[in-house]
């Protein structure tokens, strides 16, 4: 049974940050590349950003440009999302998923994607 359990997530000031976990079990993690998603109250399932199964290609949302940096550890089985300069509109319920390829295709969308988390919620108070 595959599952992705992310954490990290937490109530903090505009302008500071916070570090999201993605811990993947029931799948050999390296072969898949990996995304983060977000969705806010009353808007639509937003891509953040994406990562390869080997980290070296990282994908990312213009909005979140210069501000986050996704990356994994193959090891542990595990992918971050490091979040800097964080502003109120970066509120929103952030969701780990592990793609069906090594590299990911189309990865702004979520059908690439075959496996979710259940969610962590990042709130911003300005």
């Known amino acids: 049974q595959v599952q992705l359990v992310e954490s990290g997530g937490g109530l903090v000031q505009a302008g500071g940050s916070l570090r999201l976990s993605c811990a993947v079990s029931?799948?050999?993690?390296?072969?898949?590349?990996m995304g983060w998603f977000r969705r806010a109250p009353g808007k639509e399932r937003e891509f953040v950003a994406a990562i390869d199964w080997k980290g070296t290609n990282t994908y990312y949302t213009d909005s979140v440009k210069g501000r986050v940096t996704i990356s994994r550890d193959n090891v542990k089985e595990t992918m971050y999302l490091q979040m800097n300069s964080l502003k109120p509109e970066d509120t929103a319920g952030y969701y780990c998923a592990s793609h069906k390829d090594l590299f990911p295709s189309n990865c702004y969308m979520p059908d690439g994607y075959e496996y979710w988390g259940q969610g962590t919620q990042v709130t911003v108070s300005s």
């Open positions: 029931g799948r050999t993690f390296p072969h898949y590349a």
